[in-house]
């Protein structure tokens, strides 16, 4: 039994405790979400390549450009990309890829890539506007003038998980990198 219902009368503590236990039962339960990092050893972000980290990252360059991705930044460690998509006239989706290119080997002929693709999702949102005028002496008229603004709003952001979608991205960066020479 609580301290709250040891304050009344027995008489009326069963009732008191009883209704507080009720009210306690309808709050609403605190969200808890899953666990979302394993740090699990799986190869999904990462793979080695038989070539130096400038080439590794030449050649993931030249992957993400074949797939229309916006190239942001690229340096001999580093590619940051990004490409648009509209599947539907009031969504709109980005997905921001980036790579890291990382020295496995001592001599530096064997690297690291690893990938991660982060994907946004925009909703079209409206919003009405109406116009009113005010005069000094007259007062304020309402005019029946309307507009709508529209914009996009970010409705979600997550990092892409797909095995397939990294074995596909590793797949055309091995080749580019057997293409030849791409320092």
């Known amino acids: 039994m609580n301290l709250f219902c040891m304050r009344f009368p027995p008489a009326g503590r069963l009732g008191l405790c009883a209704l507080a236990g009720l009210l306690a039962g309808c709050a609403a339960p ?18 080695l390549f038989d070539a130096t980290p400038a080439q590794t990252c030449e050649a993931s360059r030249r992957a993400l450009l074949s797939q229309g991705y916006l190239i942001n930044t690229a340096r001999k460690d580093l590619v940051d990309a ?3 998509f509209q599947p539907e006239p009031e969504a709109h989706l980005q997905i ?6 990382a020295p496995e080997s001592i001599d530096g002929k064997v ?5 991660t693709a982060l994907q946004d999702t925009y909703a079209l ?10 005069v000094g ?9 309307s507009a709508s603004n529209d914009s996009l709003v970010k409705v979600s952001s997550e990092t892409i998980t ?10 055309l960066v091995k080749r580019y ?3 030849g020479d791409t320092e």
């Open 30 to 47: 605190i969200k808890q979400f899953p666990l979302q990092e394993q740090f699990a050893s799986t190869a999904t972000y990462s793979r």
């Open 82 to 84: 990004q490409k648009s």
């Open 96 to 101: 921001a890829i980036r790579v890291v290119c």
């Open 111 to 115: 690297s690291l890539g690893f990938v």
């Open 125 to 134: 949102k409206k919003s009405n506007n109406s116009a009113s005028l005010g």
């Open 137 to 145: 002496a007259i007062g304020s008229v309402s005019l029946p003038f």
């Open 162 to 171: 797909s095995d397939a979608f990294y074995d596909r991205f590793f797949d």
């Open 177 to 179: 990198l057997v293409m």
